[in-house]
């Protein structure tokens, strides 16, 4: 699933988005992802390459309100998770983000959810006056919310590569993860591992 081709390393242009590395979604978590947490190696040394560079870093994260329409008890697939102001909903301290990682919270309302960091965000509209051109995407998960965002960003022109190392997947049928991989990269999106575009 790697591209057989070189990717350019990450220099101007770029940012960083790392998706909904919460604690209810890391071992533990009301939603935890299986292995969730070894997404954090790969994480820590783009974090370590932006920074370094002083290039920009996103992160999103869900920001529900506690009767949001994803919820079991709303009639949605998923339980109670990533509640605004819980612990749940925190990023976890192995996460180390920068103090200046601008924080883009989704799908804030009861009645609607939003996968994608673009989704009813300033995501698009912040990249844009960075002059970013290309997204390294890492984080949770790759089936919904990373694949989510990473097609969205394909649609509005920007290059995207996913960090391989950085995803991890729900897999509520199995293969679910590898499939979303593929889909993005059908839609032109570049998988590699970290390694690869973070010397």
């Known amino acids: 699933m790697t591209s057989p081709s070189p990717v350019p390393a990450v220099g101007a242009g770029d940012a960083l988005l790392v998706v909904d590395v919460q604690n209810d979604f890391l071992p533990g978590g009301s939603l935890a992802v299986p292995a969730g947490d070894a997404v954090l190696p790969a994480i820590g040394r783009a974090l370590q390459r932006f920074a370094a560079l002083a290039l920009p870093v996103f992160a999103s994260r869900d920001w529900h309100p ?19 102001g819980t612990p749940g909903a925190d990023f976890p301290a192995a996460l180390r983000l920068p103090a200046d990682a601008v924080v883009i919270s989704k799908a804030t309302t009861p009645a609607r959810d939003a996968y994608s960091a673009f989704d009813g965000t300033d995501l698009h509209a912040r990249l844009q006056a960075l002059g970013v051109r290309r997204l390294i995407v890492c984080g949770l998960a790759t089936d919904y919310c990373v694949q989510a965002s990473v097609l969205d960003a394909l649609a509005l022109g920007y290059a995207v590569v996913v960090l391989r190392d950085g995803v991890a997947a729900v897999d509520v049928q199995p293969g679910d993860g590898e499939r979303a991989l593929a889909a993005m990269q059908q839609r032109g999106a570049v998988v590699v591992a970290a390694a690869d575009v973070l010397p």
């Open 66 to 84: 506690a009767d949001h329409c994803s919820f079991q008890a709303q009639g949605g697939p998923w339980p109670p998770h990533c509640v605004a």
